[in-house]
């Protein structure tokens, strides 16, 4: 608890595990606030994680933070440049596990392009039951360029839909990991940035941006749907879904459609760009599976559907409850 | 009985036409399962038949068919001093005449759930002086690994776990369904259930209600296939007397006999009793309970029949004999919703009016 206090032991924490990690001449100055340049149009969004477990097949809470929040201002067409961090140690954190998500989450950081200019950092008592635990909040800022108006109300009748990669990794892995299961399924954590950027600068006409986090791939194109007042139809023969995530899920009584990633993109683009925006998304990093899945239409303003495998039509909501496993 | 492995995808451009076409008299197949209700609704299959033909969804979803007394019953142990309810996620959000396990976990009963029935294993090791209360339901295809929960707590000589069971078995509830003019032409069977008991289980109900029955499984190609087959049995069956009979196409999961050695774990450990379904009240013989010699890990399970409506307009009996469709009942949607349901079909995922709403089904 005394790591908390803001006594010695709390510069003495953030000296040697957050500064040393997160070192750039802003933060390094550790006045009280930063002052940093920017210009006309800021793009700014907070998260918090709080996920269990801290460390995961393909990533850690300290990945995800850096990824959720640059991603958040990626789906404006932002190029994000700041985060800030407040960590919320649980007494009983191990040092060593906490020094593996800081230097996690500096790494992101600079795999993503952006500096850490703020931090805070506190310590809570743990309960009985519970103790080691680990939140993180952040805050993102990012610059949006000028005449670029990508939002959940763009999407126009005869676009193309495209996800940049496999269906429902970050939540099979973590899911696997609770339950014990044994699998290679790794969460697919990771920024969208470069994909973004490929998009942008190949002159793609992107009308949305979605990342496809909880809530799953049918709850953001549901979204998008009313937002834009058209509707969002898929092809479920062209959805991809990784082998094993799809045997994981036929195993839980879960949906792909319903799960969410951490890393991967639903870009609704002018028709005539599909194929070149699929060309460009497949040669990034992070979107080897990239495919079009479908097209925007104004059969009937706010809704979403598939046409299943053999030609049916179901009728896509967002997610009901927690997509929990069922009995029998 | 006759086994289907056929080249699927040839046979899907001819089926689709048919059952698109159809304009004879009406035929209504009931799918039991609920699974099966989740997969006809997942692949869109009811939007691919002609206004003549009629999917019913029936009692095939063990949560939703389990009357209010098993939940008030569930939630009075949960609020007893050292003891835990351990439940399956389904069960939380069940109403029982007031309320459910979920409402009652915030006023400080203590409830668990699991994904596994061999969790409570663990957890009744960890804490010898707690009691342990599993909340066992299910039909044929989950009585099994309850047989085996049974067969660890014994040979681990564990025993602060007990049973409090709403099990419950198929061919009484089809006969109940038939005896009771319910206008059904022919039954998807469940495949699940079929696994574990064998496909022959519907022979003799087949046979004396002649009406036609098809194991299904539960992928896309493989359903339809179930489904226009055992529409064409229940046109047949129309005009023939004598044809009706059990097909099985779910040859890679199911075979005549089934789990020879699931059945025997059952038999040693649960008896045939009466058990009470929502809406169709008590049914001689169509439910399990712990023999006599196991009574020590049963909490009370036998007299659990009653049941109370939550909300007086709540249709959900109706809808479960196939009498009403989800959009019939009046509150359908609008005061009962997965978020404030008043019954269980509402509740569990594959209840029929939890698929309906969730999947913008008219039929």
Known sequence: MAHGSGGRATSDLIAEVFARAFDNPVLGAMEDAAVVPASARIAVTTDSFVVEPLEFPGGDIGRLAVCGTVNDLLMRGAAPQYLTCGFVLQEGLEIGLLQRIVDSFAQTAREAGVQVVAGDTKVIEGRKEESGGLIINTAGVGFVPEGCAIGAAGAKSGDAILVSGNLGDHHAAILSKRLGIDNSIKSDCAPLGEMVQALLAQNIQVHCLRDVTRGGLATVLKELAERSGVTMELDEEALPVDAQVRDFCGLMGLDPLYMGNEGKLVAVVAAEDAARARDVLAGCAYGADAAVIGRVTDEAPGTAYIRTLIGGKRVLDVLYGEGLPRIC | MTDFKIDMDRQITKIKAWLAAYDGPDISIMEVCGSHTAAISKYGISGLLSSRLHLISGPGCPVCVTPTAYIDRLLALSLEPDTTVVTFGDLMRVPGRERSLADARSEGAQVEMVYSPM??????????????????????????????????????????????????????????????????????????????????????????????????????????????????????CREERGCADVKNYYPSVVTHEGNELAQRIVDKYFEVSDAAWRGMGVIPASGRLLRAEYAGFDAGSAPLIQDHKKNQACRCDQVLMGRCLPGECPLFGTVCTPQNPQGACMVSEEGSCHQYLMYHRTR
């Open chain 2, 119 to 236: 969790d409570i294993l663990r957890l009744a090791k960890e804490q010898p002086q707690r009691r342990f209360v599993f909340a066992a339901v299910g039909f044929e295809t989950t009585t099994p690994v309850y047989a085996m929960l049974l067969e660890q707590l014994i040979e681990q000589k564990i025993e602060n776990v007990q049973l409090l069971t709403a099990l419950k078995t198929m061919p009484e509830v089809i006969a109940w369904l038939c005896e009771n003019g319910s206008g059904i032409d022919g039954f998807l069977a469940p495949g699940h259930v079929a696994a574990v008991t064998g496909a022959k289980l519907f022979e003799p109900l087949a046979a004396r209600y002649q009406v036609p029955f098809g194991v299904a499984g539960f992928e896309a190609k493989e359903l339809l296939f179930a489904v226009y087959g055992t529409f064409r049995a229940a046109v047949r």
